[in-house]
């Protein structure tokens, strides 16, 4: 069943509820004025006849029979006449308004108000005054009739104008939707038209911004690829290339991540903004609204499963030493007011390169991390490895960890690293050094397995 579908069986039912209401209010309000008219009508007619009756009554039986016949029908009133011995003399004839039709018995009998009969007693005979109110009821019957034909069409013309409505409204977010499911699938260069409505609008613009610096950075890295590809076979000039394709990498991955992240944040919050702005006044519009935010989400994930392949070059090239030396002259060059000791004794046990690639993340991680969020000034990096396994410990005399734990969100790349550390069935261990600081420790167990080496 479609949103569309939905919104309108919902106000269909909202409407259908509203005119059950009405038509109680309408049934409720007739039925008083029904009582109102008949009882008065009796009690009027029973008045009236109790006080003429009787001069004709002296006069004898024909003389009220001229009388009553004279007088005809009494709205609301059944007028019968009878002798001393109970027999009928005379009954009052048929109304002749909308003669021959009457009410369903069920609807009178819910309208109208118990029968009352008024005598009046004569010495030969006596006069008795119905109510009777099958013309009241009929008329009520047929404003009942109207009123409902009325509702039905109104119905058909509410539900009519909300499908109509509600589909030209929710259409510019099935396109948003529409595209964030194929740039997902893989196509870069989805780009929507100019969308009516403001909100709509802004969100369009905002998705083909991020589209376009997306295809900028994977042409970049593109680029970079076959420059390392064609420039590998000389080792001191691959070197100088390294330096840069992985300064370049790191501004793809940092651009990623705050340039390209805010964007896919910003669709997100404003299509949140949307969705807590129109509440329930427009459930369509609030549905599509978060369809595009769980798709933007979706999409921040995605843009963040590129960084991971986003490798150090130095180390495929020169062997993880010279690359943590690389790495920390670096980090020298660019702190200079932080001093790193650094420790790496690997002797001559081979290392495969995910177990480098993975220790090489660890160093950047941890560096990355102290500098930058701890402010350290004071870093030791010591690395160890023999015939049992592997050992890494990274300390730093900073901040130390935030109250939360490392575990919070925006911890990307040490979630990344446990997981590849778990992968080598080593483990990691991330807690506060004393008297101040974190302690990054990393422990993988030698050989690893066979499917990693041949990676």
């Known amino acids: 069943m479609t949103l569309r579908l939905k919104i309108n069986l919902i106000v269909g039912a909202l409407t259908v509820l509203f005119t059950l209401v009405v038509m109680g209010l309408q049934l409720r309000s007739m039925r008083d004025s029904v009582h109102e008219e008949v009882v008065a009508a009796n009690r ?32 609301s009133n059944d007028i019968t006449l009878l002798d001393s011995a109970g027999t009928v003399l005379y009954r009052s004839p048929p109304s002749p308004y909308k003669p021959g039709r009457d009410a369903p018995a069920w609807f009178e009998a819910l309208i109208a108000p118990p029968p009352s009969t008024q005598s009046i007693e004569f010495p030969d005979g006596r006069l008795e005054v119905r109510s009777n109110a099958s013309r009241a009821a009929v008329d009520a019957w047929d404003y009942l009739f109207w009123l409902v034909v009325g509702a039905l069409a109104m119905l058909v013309l509410v539900n009519a104008a909300v499908f109509w409505l509600v589909g030209r409204t929710v259409r510019p977010f099935g396109q948003i939707v529409d595209a964030l499911n194929q740039l997902q699938g893989g196509r870069f260069d989805v780009a929507l038209p100019p969308l009516p409505g403001r909100e709509a609008a802004a969100i369009g613009a905002a998705f083909n911004r991020m589209v376009g610096e997306l295809q900028t950075h994977i042409e970049t890295e593109r680029r970079a690829a076959r420059a390392e590809a064609q420039l590998s076979d000389n080792r001191e000039l691959t070197r100088w290339i390294d330096q840069h394709v992985e300064q370049e990498r790191r501004m793809i991955a940092r651009e990623l991540h705050d340039e390209l992240g805010q964007s896919v944040t910003a669709m997100r919050s404003m299509a949140l903004s949307i969705a807590q702005r129109v509440g329930s006044r427009d459930p369509a ?4 609204a978060r369809v595009i935010a769980d798709e933007s989400s979706r999409l921040y ?73 701890g402010e350290a000034t004071q870093v030791q990096v010591h690395l160890a490895a023999d015939a049992q396994g592997v050992q890494l410990e990274l300390r730093d005399n900073g901040r130390g960890l935030p109250p939360q734990g490392w575990q919070r969100p925006g911890h990307y790349g040490l979630r990344w690293l446990a997981e590849r550390v778990e992968t080598l069935r080593g483990s990691l261990r991330i807690e506060p050094a004393q008297p101040h600081g974190v302690l990054l420790a990393v422990q993988v167990p030698l050989p690893v397995p066979d499917s990693l080496e041949t990676r």
Not at 285 to 288: I, L, N, R, V
Not at 320 to 336: G, K
């Open 301 to 373: 994930d995605a843009m963040h499963g590129i960084i991971p392949r986003l490798a150090p070059l130095v180390l495929d090239n020169f062997g993880l030493a010279e690359a943590l030396d690389d790495l920390v002259e670096r980090t020298r060059r660019s702190q200079p007011g932080v001093t790193i000791d650094t420790r790496v004794r690997l002797g001559e046990v081979p290392l495969a390169p995910e177990l480098a690639l993975t220790l090489y993340r660890a160093v950047q991680e941890g560096l990355t991390n102290a500098l930058r969020h």
């Open 44 to 75: 009027v007619a029973a008045q009236l006849l109790n006080r003429t009756a009787w001069r004709y009554a002296a006069q004898g039986t024909p003389a009220m029979l001229a009388f009553l016949q004279g007088i005809g029908r009494v709205r």
């Open 285 to 288: 519009s609030e549905q599509a």
